[in-house]
């Protein structure tokens, strides 16, 4: 009789495990070989403490409280055990997300936790900053909403906005991001960039994506005009005085 053969949807992913000292730095050894929840991202396995993702986003409290229900009411342990009692770990599907995006988030949570850290995380770059605001988002972290937010605005706010908005096509994913994430200054900021600028080439590169809401449009286009009324008339102001002079 010919060996059974596993079917082809039942062949498990291979996973690949980031090292937790990326994100649990600062923790020691004890500490993290404590974690009572895994996060499957992609063909990652995060290993984390569900009690300081819960005091941080409220959908990955919901997330734990149902995974560890299961797993008590499946082997029939009395809800409430902890991890040193036998308990199984909760097991946690996230679709959709970069791990990536999600070690930073990760790296805010236990650094905030751990207050003593000398190593308090730091934004590096937009990317990043962009990264911890859709998982911020996503999973409802306000804290870390308002942390990459912060440091989003000091960038559009300097060298005029340029260093974020002076490529359309960036441009054009900033305003989605903004719009997605709810980054309502941000978007101002990006706005007031696009209402300045007022070539052919740049308006011809943003609208080619197609990825601007009507709202968003319609704001830029009212404000285009007004700028350009105020630019006419401070052109006019400077002609007339300089006719007045000579």
Known sequence: ???????????????????PEVYMSGLSKQVMA????TLHIQSHELPVHSFILAANSPVLADLFETAF???????GRAAGSGPKSGRDKAMIQLDGDSVTDMCTALRYCYMG?????????????????AGLVRVAHKYNMQGLHCEAEKYLIAKA????????????SSLVEWVVLTESCK???????????????????????????NSISIGCFLRVLRG???FRQKVDKLLQNQLANASAAS
């Open 1 to 19: 009789m010919g060996r059974h053969k596993r079917p082809r949807s039942e062949v498990a992913l291979v996973t690949v495990m980031p090292d």
């Open 34 to 37: 404590l974690s009572d929840a």
């Open 69 to 75: 229900t299961a797993n008590d009411s499946t082997v």
């Open 113 to 129: 936790c751990n207050l003593s850290s000398p190593d308090r995380p730091k934004l590096s770059n937009c990317k990043e900053a």
């Open 157 to 168: 706010s300097s060298n005029g906005g340029k260093d974020m908005f002076e490529d359309p």
């Open 183 to 209: 980054l309502d200054e941000l978007l101002a900021h990006a706005e007031l960039y696009m209402i300045k600028h007022t070539e052919v080439g740049f308006w011809q590169e943003v609208m080619s994506r």
């Open 224 to 226: 285009n005009v007004h």
